[in-house]
């Protein structure tokens, strides 16, 4: 069984930083991208930046320049640094991995419970 788990989130005044975590656990044969993504209330998620396993990264560009997405393949971590954030940075933070199973060896997407981010004005 694989297991996402997102930490970091909170509150932050406009201009401020957070930075986010992801673990992924379990049994986990190898993990291809991952991705954050983040869902505002009363809109459709979206996809924030995502990496590949060999560190390729693509942002969307509301926060390219701003976020800046990392791993650490030996942990099974990922990590979103967020500067310059904006009130409209406010969402629910979601972690994706593209992770094959040990037993199973099929690729599946998992997803982390997401942890809350809200920038004050």
């Known amino acids: 069984q694989v297991q996402v788990v997102e930490s970091g989130g909170g509150l932050v005044q406009a201009g401020g930083s957070l930075r986010l975590s992801c673990a992924a656990s379990?049994?986990?044969?190898?993990?291809?991208?991952m991705a954050w993504y983040r869902q505002a209330p009363g809109k459709q998620r979206e996809l924030v930046a995502t990496i590949t396993s060999g560190g390729s990264t693509n942002y969307a560009g509301s926060v390219k320049d701003r976020f800046t997405i990392s791993r650490d393949n030996a942990a099974n971590t990922v990590h979103l640094q967020m500067n310059s954030l904006k009130p409209e940075d406010t969402a629910v933070y979601y972690c994706?991995?593209?992770?094959?199973?040990?037993?199973?060896?099929?690729?599946?997407?998992?997803w982390g419970q997401g942890t809350q981010v809200t920038v004050s004005s």
């Open positions: 379990g049994s986990i044969f190898s993990i291809n991208s």
């Open positions: 994706n991995a593209r992770i094959i199973d040990t037993y199973t060896r099929v690729d599946h997407g998992y």
